[in-house]
């Protein structure tokens, strides 16, 4: 078996630098091209990769990394667990990512504690495994005819099962792998990545000793590459003795958010992740190297800690930052570059002292009256229905408003004549919420680019990039901003078109504003304070928005923070702490607001039955929530939360437009659950990235059925 290479990275971004996979997708979704032009898409952006691998001096070079939607769904592919109602789609892959008009997709929720989103594999009694290895082996022969050697990289078996909640199918699935490491050493593949990010969180012991009876029987193969089990986000802690007891060759261990193992790993080789996969700070070259010369092991590969899809491309496309930020960043290919370089210096440095910091004391979380009386007040002013329905937030972007906001930069628009196509969007949409009959409105947010970018373009400590996209599932992207200073907010943001918008409509309509939370997850974050201070410093101007929009007579301020799950540490010994702060800055934003101002909040894709106690603990008076997508799973665990619970009726992120009769059942679902007089109608999340033709035609289906509910109740 050859040794494994001396620098490698563990996965790359795919999206491409200009975005073309995710132009190339909507084409082929929307009929403008066929499939064999979308293949061809990807493989341009697969040669591209290995080439610009290759060229900054990358040995290890990996494959099967790329994916036309996402890298878990491939995986359900490649064992063969695609859902028999599935098999007879026209495109079967992309109706498990997005539905179709009579097939609802697959549930999708955050990849462990990143934004991306994966969609959870189904896996039922009658799933057969049965392996499809097309794909990677597709891939491996394509590079070796570009002139690379690669390495495939999977979901490992005891993560893939973790994620379908199906780790009793151990066995089959294991035949599975067992057939296509066979099948990879036949193709002449040296090595194989088997991703097993689950091993970074609590583990139960009869999950380690499935971990042990998975990497036992496949090292036990004598027809296979050698083995790689890559772990990220966290340290593996009781999972490591366990792998390094199997006759794996390679281990994985994240060293930017895991510590150096004390245990001996002689005998393997480990691919030491000191090159951060999660932000966009250059590394400390002193660090990583006492890093890597602390492992002891019989080899040390030097790695990214995770795969690099979480950054974007090349800050070197980032012409208009200040150049003293730019000094300070290193995006996917100068990551790359770094993880050369550490391999080429022998390992030989010591770690600087960290400077001190010192931690903010614990921080009450402030609030508003109790919600009984708050409840009370909101009632008597707003006089809402039964049953009342809204959105989220957003409404479609068309192209125009992208043009738009384009030729603003450029200056090729005036910034008047860019608000004036502005205000007739609110209007636009004012006017089509009611006609359809919702009850509390919202102005669609068309001066926004994105929900988080946006705030950060009017706060101070932030910096906003041009090209620094990163994939937040299919064909979704986000350019994170760069958060790298002291925070505050120099004047109100979002106050003129709130005020804009209610000045339309007798109906109220929602101010829009995204938590602390959210603002700082879905940002590259300084890495010099705690995140808590951080947070705090973002509600701290939350809270001054929120004041303002009051005061401008905005009855209905929503909140949203759909990070809230997502940031919560992998292992329970630090999650108490941290949703105690988290909860803390949430209250502290909207302690302005006075009682007879309606608060309302959002959570999406995040498993939030998983923390309800925090999310109550929010006293947020109304919170809307995924629901649709994941079939209702969250009406398990909501009967007695104490507020307004909005459970979507409506998945955003399909483009099938659901029926009424389909909608009324689910919320009759809803009301079996939850007393009527708090439930709210709504969709899962925003509606950004759908048409207006299927806002509509969903939206109508929503006010129909709601209607029929309400007579009813009322009869």
């Given at each position: 078996?050859?040794?494994?290479?001396?620098?490698?990275?563990?996965?790359?971004?795919?999206?491409g630098?200009?975005?073309?996979?995710?132009?190339?997708?909507?084409?082929?979704?929307?009929?403008?091209?066929?499939?064999?032009?979308?293949?061809?898409?990807?493989?341009?952006?697969?040669?591209?990769?290995?080439?610009?691998?290759a060229r900054l001096?990358?040995e290890?070079?990996?494959?099967?990394?790329?994916?036309?939607?996402?890298?878990?769904?491939?995986?359900?592919?490649?064992?063969?667990a695609?859902?028999?109602?599935?098999?007879?789609?026209?495109?079967?892959?992309?109706?498990?990512?997005?539905?179709?008009?009579?097939?609802?997709?697959?549930?999708?929720?955050?990849?462990?504690?990143?934004?991306?989103h994966?969609?959870v594999?189904?896996i039922?009694?009658?799933?057969?495994f049965k392996?499809?290895?097309?794909?990677?082996?597709?891939e491996?022969?394509?590079?070796?005819?570009?002139?690379?050697?690669?390495?495939?990289?999977?979901?490992?078996?005891?993560?893939f099962?973790l994620?379908?909640?199906?780790?009793?199918?151990?066995e089959?699935?294991?035949?599975?792998?067992?057939e296509?490491?066979?099948a990879?050493?036949?193709?002449?593949?040296?090595?194989?990545?088997?991703?097993?990010?689950?091993l970074?969180?609590?583990?139960?012991?009869?999950?380690?000793?499935a971990?042990?009876?998975?990497?036992?029987?496949?090292?036990?193969?004598?027809?296979?590459?050698?083995?790689?089990?890559a772990?990220?986000?966290?340290?593996?802690g009781?999972?490591?003795?366990?792998?390094?007891?199997?006759?794996?060759?390679?281990?994985?261990?994240?060293?930017v958010?895991?510590?150096v193992?004390?245990?001996?790993?002689?005998?393997?080789?480990?691919?030491?992740?000191?090159?951060?996969?999660?932000d966009?700070?250059?590394?400390?070259?002193?660090?990583?190297?006492a890093?890597?010369?602390?492992?002891?092991?019989?080899?040390?590969?030097?790695?990214?800690?995770?795969?690099?899809?979480?950054?974007?491309?090349?800050?070197?496309?980032?012409?208009?930052?200040?150049?003293?930020l730019?000094?300070?960043?290193?995006?996917?290919?100068?990551?790359?570059?770094?993880?050369?370089?550490l391999?080429?210096?022998?390992?030989?440095?010591?770690?600087?002292?960290?400077?001190?910091?010192?931690?903010?004391?614990?921080?009450?979380?402030?609030?508003?009256?109790?919600?009984?009386?708050?409840?009370?007040?909101?009632?008597?002013?707003?006089?809402?229905?039964?049953?009342?329905?809204?959105?989220?937030?957003?409404f479609?972007?068309?192209g125009?408003?992208?043009?738009a906001?384009?030729?603003?930069?450029?200056?090729?628009?005036s910034r008047?004549?860019?608000?004036?196509?502005?205000?007739?969007e609110?209007?636009?949409?004012i006017?089509?919420q009611?006609?359809l009959?919702?009850?509390?409105l919202?102005h669609?947010?068309?001066?926004r680019?994105?929900?988080?970018?946006?705030?950060?373009e009017?706060?101070?400590?932030?910096?906003v990039?041009?090209?620094?996209?990163?994939?937040?599932?299919?064909s979704?992207?986000?350019?994170?901003?760069?958060?790298?200073?002291?925070?505050?907010?120099?004047?109100?943001?979002?106050?003129?078109?709130?005020?804009?918008?209610?000045?339309?409509t007798?109906?109220?309509?929602?101010?829009?504003?995204?938590?602390?939370?959210?603002?700082?997850?879905?940002?590259?974050?300084?890495?010099?304070?705690?995140?808590?201070d951080?947070?705090?410093?973002?509600?701290?101007?939350?809270?001054?928005?929120v004041?303002?929009?009051e005061?401008?007579?905005?009855?209905?301020?929503?909140?949203?923070?759909?990070?809230?799950?997502?940031?919560?540490?992998?292992?329970?010994?630090?999650?108490?702490?941290?949703?105690?702060?988290?909860?803390?800055?949430?209250?502290?934003?909207?302690?302005?607001?006075?009682?007879?101002?309606?608060?309302?909040?959002?959570?999406?894709?995040?498993?939030?039955?998983q923390?309800?106690?925090?999310?109550?603990?929010?006293?947020?008076?109304?919170?809307?929530?995924?629901?649709?997508?994941?079939?209702?799973?969250i009406l398990?665990?909501?009967?007695?939360?104490?507020?307004?619970?909005?459970?979507?009726?409506?998945?955003?992120?399909?483009?099938?437009?659901?029926?009424?009769?389909?909608v009324?059942?689910?919320?009759?679902?809803?009301?079996?659950?939850l007393?009527v007089?708090?439930?709210?109608?709504?969709?899962?999340?925003?509606?950004?990235?759908?048409?207006?033709?299927?806002?509509?035609?969903?939206?109508?289906?929503?006010?129909?059925?709601?209607?029929?509910?309400?007579?009813?109740?009322?009869?």
């Amino acid at each position: 078996m050859s040794a494994f290479p001396k620098s490698t990275v563990l996965g790359y971004p795919r999206i491409g630098p200009r975005r073309e996979l995710k132009r190339a997708l909507e084409s082929y979704w929307d009929g403008r091209s066929s499939r064999a032009e979308l293949e061809r898409t990807g493989a341009e952006l697969r040669e591209r990769t290995w080439r610009d691998l290759a060229r900054l001096g990358l040995e290890g070079l990996p494959s099967n990394t790329f994916s036309l939607y996402d890298q878990v769904l491939d995986t359900a592919v490649l064992l063969g667990a695609v859902p028999s109602r599935y098999r007879d789609a026209d495109d079967p892959y992309f109706a498990m990512a997005r539905g179709t008009d009579g097939l609802a997709p697959l549930r999708m929720t955050k990849w462990f504690d990143t934004n991306y989103h994966y969609i959870v594999p189904e896996i039922g009694p009658d799933t057969v495994f049965k392996l499809d290895a097309a794909k990677p082996l597709a891939e491996v022969r394509e590079a070796r005819a570009l002139g690379h050697e690669t390495r495939p990289v999977v979901v490992g078996p005891v993560t893939f099962l973790l994620l379908g909640s199906a780790l009793d199918r151990l066995e089959e699935a294991l035949a599975c792998y067992a057939e296509l490491l066979a099948a990879l050493a036949a193709e002449g593949v040296a090595w194989v990545q088997l991703d097993e990010p689950a091993l970074v969180g609590d583990r139960t012991p009869e999950e380690l000793a499935a971990v042990r009876t998975a990497y036992d029987r496949l090292g036990a193969l004598s027809e296979r590459p050698g083995l790689f089990v890559a772990s990220y986000f966290g340290d593996l802690g009781e999972s490591l003795p366990v792998l390094a007891g199997t006759p794996v060759e390679a281990i994985g261990i994240d060293l930017v958010r895991g510590a150096v193992p004390a245990a001996d790993l002689t005998g393997k080789t480990v691919v030491a992740g000191v090159v951060s996969g999660r932000d966009v700070w250059r590394t400390s070259p002193e660090r990583a190297l006492a890093a890597l010369a602390s492992v002891r092991a019989s080899r040390v590969t030097v790695s990214t800690s995770c795969s690099l899809q979480h950054v974007p491309y090349d800050v070197s496309a980032e012409s208009d930052l200040d150049p003293a930020l730019r000094e300070r960043l290193a995006f996917a290919e100068q990551k790359v570059a770094e993880v050369v370089a550490l391999a080429a210096t022998g390992f030989h440095g010591t770690a600087p002292a960290r400077p001190s910091v010192a931690l903010a004391g614990p921080v009450p979380a402030e609030g508003r009256g109790p919600y009984a009386v708050r409840a009370a007040a909101q009632a008597e002013h707003l006089r809402l229905p039964p049953l009342p329905i809204t959105t989220i937030g957003s409404f479609p972007q068309t192209g125009e408003l992208r043009a738009a906001r384009a030729a603003v930069t450029a200056g090729t628009l005036s910034r008047a004549d860019y608000e004036r196509r502005v205000e007739a969007e609110i209007e636009h949409v004012i006017r089509l919420q009611e006609r359809l009959g919702l009850d509390v409105l919202v102005h669609g947010e068309p001066e926004r680019n994105d929900m988080v970018q946006y705030f950060a373009e009017h706060l101070d400590g932030f910096a906003v990039t041009k090209n620094g996209w990163v994939q937040s599932y299919g064909s979704r992207c986000t350019r994170p901003p760069i958060l790298h200073g002291d925070v505050g907010r120099p004047e109100p943001i979002t106050v003129r078109w709130a005020t804009y918008a209610q000045s339309l409509t007798d109906k109220p309509v929602k101010g829009m504003l995204t938590g602390p939370v959210t603002i700082v997850a879905w940002s590259f974050v300084r890495d010099d304070l705690p995140l808590r201070d951080v947070v705090f410093q973002v509600a701290d101007a939350v809270r001054d928005e929120v004041r303002d929009l009051e005061a401008a007579g905005v009855s209905i301020i929503q909140v949203d923070e759909p990070a809230l799950r997502e940031l919560l540490p992998l292992r329970r010994a630090a999650q108490a702490d941290y949703l105690e702060w988290a909860v803390a800055a949430y209250r502290r934003a909207t302690s302005g607001a006075s009682d007879r101002t309606q608060i309302h909040t959002h959570l999406c894709y995040s498993d939030a039955d998983q923390i309800l106690a925090a999310i109550d603990g929010l006293d947020a008076d109304v919170t809307t929530i995924e629901s649709a997508r994941s079939g209702a799973r969250i009406l398990g665990a909501v009967s007695s939360f104490g507020r307004g619970l909005g459970p979507g009726v409506y998945d955003i992120h399909s483009p099938r437009v659901p029926g009424a009769g389909e909608v009324e059942e689910s919320l009759r679902g809803i009301v079996g659950v939850l007393p009527v007089e708090r439930v709210w109608v709504n969709p899962d999340c925003g509606l950004k990235t759908r048409t207006y033709e299927e806002v509509e035609a969903s939206l109508t289906n929503v006010v129909t059925a709601t209607r029929r509910l309400r007579a009813g109740l009322q009869a």
